[in-house]
C-alpha cells in the first residue's frame, strides 16, 4: 500500500497570501496519478486537480498542482475566504487507490 | 450532469445488517466505476471499494474485504454498500463516488460524489 503523508497538519495564513500545501507518497506513483481535493465542513470534498497538475472543471485558476514520482503540491495562489477548508492528495497509480491525511487551511 | 444521490441516515444496533444505496443519474451508468469512501467522525477519507456496473466485477480495498458487500443494479442505475453484521466502528459517514475514467481503471480519481450517507452503530 502506498502511504501518502501530507504537511502541514494545518497551515494558517490571512486572505490573500499564498498556500502551499505538500503531498509526499511511499513510492513512486509515477507523474500523473496523484489528485487534490477540496472539503468544506458538513459538505462532501471535490476534485480541484488531478493528474497532478491539470485542474478540474470550473476550478479557479489560483489553485495548481505540481510535482512527479513520490513529491507533489497543491499551490493557492492568492487565498479567497472560500478557501479555508481541508485539503486531502490522493494516488491512483497502484491498484489500491489511498488518500493522504489531509491539510486544514484555517484563517490567522 | 451528473448526480449522485445516496440513501438518508441510519441508525442501527451492532450485530444489524445494513444497505446503503446510491441512485446515479446523468452519464451513463454501465461505464463508469462507482464505489465508496468512508470518513470517520472527526477523520480523513479513506476508500472501501468500487462495482463495475457493465460486469458487476468489483474491487475492495485490503481493510475493508470481507467486512462489506458492494454491489450495482444496472436496471435502477443503483449501487449499494452493505454489512451484515455492524460494529461501532462502522460509524462513519460514507460518501458515493464515480470514477472519472469511461470504462477505465478501477483505480481513478473520482469527479462526482454524492452528499453522503451517516451510518451510527450504537447499543
Known amino acids: 500500500e502506498i502511504v501518502l503523508t501530507q504537511s502541514p497538519g494545518t497551515l494558517s495564513l490571512s486572505p490573500g497570501e499564498r498556500a502551499t500545501l505538500s503531498c509526499r507518497a511511499s513510492?513512486?506513483?509515477?507523474?500523473?496519478?496523484l489528485a487534490w481535493y477540496q472539503q468544506k465542513p458538513g459538505q462532501a470534498p471535490r476534485v480541484l486537480i488531478y493528474g497532478a497538475s491539470s485542474r478540474a472543471a470550473g476550478i479557479p485558476d489560483r489553485f495548481s498542482g505540481s510535482g512527479s514520482g513520490t513529491d507533489f503540491n497543491l499551490t493557492i495562489s492568492r487565498l479567497e475566504p472560500e478557501d479555508f477548508a481541508v485539503y486531502y492528495c490522493q494516488q491512483y497509480g497502484s491498484s489500491l487507490q489511498t488518500f493522504g491525511g489531509g491539510t486544514k487551511v484555517d484563517i490567522k | 450532469e451528473v448526480h449522485l444521490v445516496q440513501s438518508g441516515a441510519e441508525v442501527k444496533k451492532p450485530g444489524e445488517s445494513l444497505k446503503i444505496s446510491c441512485k446515479a443519474s446523468g452519464y451513463k451508468f454501465t461505464s463508469y466505476w462507482i464505489g465508496w469512501v468512508r470518513q470517520m467522525p472527526g477523520k480523513g477519507l479513506e476508500w472501501v471499494g468500487n462495482?463495475?456496473?457493465?460486469?458487476?466485477?468489483?474491487r475492495y480495498s485490503p481493510s475493508f474485504q470481507g467486512q462489506i458487500t458492494i454491489s450495482a443494479d444496472k436496471s435502477v442505475t443503483t449501487a449499494y454498500l452493505q454489512w451484515s453484521s455492524l460494529k461501532a466502528s462502522d460509524t462513519a459517514m460514507y460518501y458515493c463516488v464515480k470514477n472519472e475514467a469511461v470504462a477505465g481503471p478501477a483505480a481513478y480519481f473520482f469527479d462526482s460524489w454524492g452528499q453522503g450517507t451517516l451510518v451510527t452503530v450504537s447499543s
Open positions: 513510492q513512486n506513483v509515477g507523474s500523473k496519478y
Open positions: 462495482v463495475y456496473p457493465g460486469d458487476s466485477d468489483t
